[in-house]
Each structure stands twice: as C-alpha cells, then as structure tokens.
C-alpha cells in the first residue's frame, strides 16, 4: 500500500458484539491518567469509535499492544520524530495519552510492547537520533521501559541490535526473568539476539539468511509448553522464494519452514504468528492465493497443512491473538466489504467458531492488531484512513 501521512487520529471503538460470556478483569487504571478533553468519550454503539492518537499519523504505522493485568491496554505508535502512548481501559475509554520520546530524527514505523522486569512494560523500536549520545546517534534497535500505569519512559542505556531504522518489521518476546529475544528483517537477512533484559546483548547478532533478496515483517513466538521460540518473516523476491516462512531459533535451530500454500501476497504487516496460552504449538495466519487472497489459512508450525478459515476471502491485513481458553483469534480486513473479521477457534484450534463482523471506521484500514482479554472478548487496533485523514482506532467487543 502507499504510505499516507496526514493529520491523524487513533480511535477506539466500543461496541455490543461481544459474545455472552464475558471475564471481568482487574480493577481499572482510569484513576491514575487524565483524560485529555479534546478526545473523545468511547462510543456507546456497536459501530462507533473513539479517538485515541493525536497529529499526524502515517498509514505504515502499527501500533503495538500490551495488556496489564489491570485490563489497561497499552498501545504504542510512532509520530513522525515522536512515540507516542495511549492507554485504554478495561471498560473500552481513553484513560490517558502522552510521550514516550520525542526528537529523533526518524523511527520505526511498528513499535513492540512486551513485559518487563518488575511488572514493568517495554517497547522496543528501531530509530536515530543524530545528535544524541552513542549509540542512539547510529541507526539502531532500542528500548525503554515503564510502569504498569505506563506514563513515565526511561530510555535503557545501549542498543539491542545495531539494526537500520528503515527495519522491516521489529520481532520481541519476552523470554523467563522477561529478558527479551528480538528480532529485525533487513534485506536478505533476518538479525536476532536475546539481551539481558536492560539492552545488553548475550552474545553476538545471530543471522537468519533469506538468500539473495527481502526478508520482510519478522515475528517473534514461543511455545508455551515446550518453550521453543520461533522466527517468521515474509520473503519476497519472486514466485519461488515468495511466502510466509518460520524457523525455530531456541533452544537449538531449526530448519527453515515454508508455510504450506502461502501466497507471493505481501503480508504488508508483521506475520500473524503467535504461541497460545498454557496450551502447546505455535501458529501462523497468512492468504493463500495470487493476486488476490483466495482465504485465510492457519497453520500449527511443523505441520504437513493448514486449515482454511470460513468467509475470508480478499482479506488483507490478518492478525492473531492468544485467547485464555487456549484458543486463538483470527482476525483479517477486506478491502472489497470494508469490513473487519473475527473468528475463536476451538481448544484445539481445529475448528472455528462464528465469523463476527464489523464495519471499519473509515474507508481504507493500513494496519491490523488484535489483543484478547478474555475468553469470549477480543480488542482491535487499526490503523484507518479517509480522505486525506489516517486514524489508529480501538475496538472493543468482538
């Protein structure tokens, strides 16, 4: 897609789709920010949005999620030479906004949040600031960490890879004692490193080759039983070589996976890839088809097929999340419909539930996230745009 930079917003919506079945989080972190007045209230409607970015917001962002275990939900997303953050409780309302730095000459447009030390939360990013200290004055992939509010930054001392900003698509796990593995996808190579858990490196960068030309949109998961981390990421490069691939990289190195029938249709976002919660195997959401997407297919990684997921045809961006019953959400977007998808695999992850549906908030959606909070409960990030203005926007409810 063509990348759009204009004033922007991020939105949330609120809506009555929501399956019966609900799991009351913890109490809320409404108390602890401010809300801005100028944003607005969650809607009360099963279409409507609230917006929660401020300025200009461009159409390549991806915002990254991370819930805490007061149900806040903290999204992270870049600004020009800015990060921003958002929180949004657990009732679906804007709780606060603010800053996570600010005067670097460029950043990553897909910051990631993942858990840190001491109930705290990280986001790591790639980015330059030219006249900053060592090492943040070299293209770079960095981190800075916060409470669980998630209002105040401290940026960590050091780089976690000396990675190009221009990154394509930035992979981070939180691993045992929440030192983090991460992950970068540039050109013909794919560099990761596990750290310390501040932004000492364990070890020298590791390489994943792609051959001869683009790795794209790299993505971190781990098996939640046996713990092996996997590596996936899209090549590109020609019919051959086009697809969604996955490779394991702890605790010893696997082979390199194609996943089967994934289409030369760039994911155009990070990979779909997730482990599931206290329940075995990691799985990866990709199209299948060229040019267009034929559908959906999910795939437990390792295994000879993948399963077709019901009424996704001309989907677009695809998102997964791990929901607590050890099921997963596979979300996409179709372009065709202007509308956003949702469906709850069984335990298994054999069989799938009902394909709920909703209409997306403006004409075109760039960037798709998706974050379950309970069994029956999903929340989704996208970023969305029309005439001339691009939103990120939150849902609540599926």
Same mark, same amino acid.
């Given at each position: 897609?063509?990348?759009?930079?204009?004033?922007?917003a991020v939105?949330?919506?609120?809506?009555a789709?929501?399956?019966p079945?609900?799991?009351?989080?913890?109490?809320?972190a409404?108390?602890?920010?401010r809300?801005?007045p100028? &944003?607005?209230?969650?809607g009360? *409607?099963p279409?409507?949005?609230t917006?929660?970015?401020?300025g200009?917001?461009?159409?390549?962002?991806?915002?990254g999620?991370? +819930?805490?275990?007061?149900? $806040?939900l903290? &999204?992270a997303y870049?600004q020009?030479?800015?990060?921003?953050?958002s929180?949004? =409780?657990?009732?679906?309302r804007?709780?606060?906004h603010?800053t996570?730095?600010?005067?670097?000459?460029?950043? =990553?447009?897909?910051?990631?949040?993942?858990?840190?030390?001491?109930?705290?939360?990280?986001v @790591?990013?790639g980015?330059?600031n030219v006249?900053?200290?060592a090492?943040?004055n070299?293209?770079?992939?960095?981190t800075s960490t916060?409470?669980?509010?998630?209002?105040?930054? =401290? /940026?960590?001392r050091g780089?976690?890879?000396?990675?190009?900003?221009?990154?394509?698509?930035?992979?981070a !796990?939180?691993?045992?004692?929440?030192?983090?593995? @991460?992950?970068? %996808?540039f050109?013909e190579?794919?560099?990761w490193?596990?750290?310390?858990?501040?932004?000492t490196?364990i070890?020298?960068d590791?390489?994943?080759?792609?051959g001869?030309?683009?790795?794209?949109?790299?993505?971190?998961?781990r098996?939640?039983?046996?713990?092996?981390?996997?590596?996936?990421w899209?090549s590109?490069?020609?019919?051959?070589?086009?697809?969604?691939f996955?490779?394991r /990289?702890?605790?010893?190195a *696997?082979?390199?996976?194609?996943?089967p029938? =994934?289409?030369?249709?760039?994911?155009?976002?990070?990979?779909a890839?997730t482990? +599931?919660?206290d329940?075995?195997?990691?799985? #990866?959401?990709?199209?299948?088809g060229?040019?267009?997407?034929?559908?959906?297919?999910?795939?437990?990684?390792?295994?000879?097929?993948?399963?077709?997921v019901p009424?996704?045809?001309? %989907?677009d961006t695809?998102?997964? %999340?791990?929901?607590?019953s050890?099921?997963?959400?596979?979300?996409?977007?179709?372009?065709?419909?202007n509308?956003?998808y949702?469906?709850?695999?069984?335990?298994k992850?054999?069989r799938?539930?009902a394909v709920?549906? $909703?209409?997306s908030a403006q004409r075109?959606?760039?960037r !798709?996230?998706a974050?379950?909070? #309970?069994?029956?409960?999903l929340?989704?990030v996208i970023?969305t745009?029309?005439n001339?203005?691009?939103?990120?926007?939150?849902?609540?409810?599926?």
């Amino acid at each position: 897609m063509t990348s759009v930079t204009t004033r922007a917003a991020v939105a949330v919506t609120c809506a009555a789709l929501a399956l019966p079945t609900l799991t009351s989080a913890a109490s809320s972190a409404a108390s602890e920010a401010r809300v801005d007045p100028t &944003v607005q209230s969650a809607g009360k *409607g099963p279409s409507s949005w609230t917006k929660i970015s401020k300025g200009d917001v461009s159409s390549t962002n991806e915002p990254g999620l991370y +819930r805490t275990g007061d149900g $806040v939900l903290h &999204v992270a997303y870049t600004q020009g030479s800015r990060m921003r953050w958002s929180n949004v =409780s657990k009732h679906g309302r804007l709780v606060g906004h603010g800053t996570v730095l600010s005067g670097w000459d460029s950043l =990553s447009s897909q910051p990631t949040l993942i858990a840190a030390r001491n109930n705290r939360i990280r986001v @790591v990013f790639g980015g330059i600031n030219v006249s900053g200290p060592a090492p943040y004055n070299d293209n770079g992939l960095f981190t800075s960490t916060t409470g669980r509010a998630g209002r105040s930054w =401290s /940026l960590a001392r050091g780089a976690l890879l000396a990675a190009s900003v221009a990154t394509y698509g930035i992979g981070a !796990l939180a691993l045992s004692g929440r030192a983090p593995i @991460v992950a970068v %996808a540039f050109n013909e190579r794919i560099l990761w490193r596990q750290t310390d858990g501040s932004a000492t490196p364990i070890g020298p960068d590791n390489r994943v080759s792609n051959g001869d030309c683009c790795a794209y949109h790299s993505a971190l998961a781990r098996d939640a039983i046996t713990g092996r981390v996997f590596l996936g990421w899209y090549s590109g490069g020609g019919a051959n070589r086009s697809g969604v691939f996955v490779k394991r /990289l702890r605790p010893t190195a *696997g082979p390199r996976m194609k996943a089967p029938d =994934s289409s030369r249709l760039d994911t155009d976002q990070t990979v779909a890839l997730t482990g +599931r919660r206290d329940t075995p195997g990691v799985y #990866a959401a990709y199209c299948t088809g060229y040019p267009n997407c034929r559908h959906v297919k999910l795939w437990r990684v390792g295994a000879n097929r993948a399963i077709t997921v019901p009424r996704s045809k001309n %989907a677009d961006t695809i998102a997964l %999340a791990a929901a607590p019953s050890g099921g997963l959400w596979v979300t996409w977007e179709n372009d065709v419909t202007n509308r956003v998808y949702a469906t709850l695999t069984n335990r298994k992850a054999t069989r799938f539930g009902a394909v709920r549906v $909703v209409k997306s908030a403006q004409r075109d959606t760039y960037r !798709l996230a998706a974050y379950s909070g #309970a069994v029956r409960h999903l929340d989704l990030v996208i970023n969305t745009g029309a005439n001339g203005k691009v939103t990120i926007a939150f849902r609540r409810g599926f």
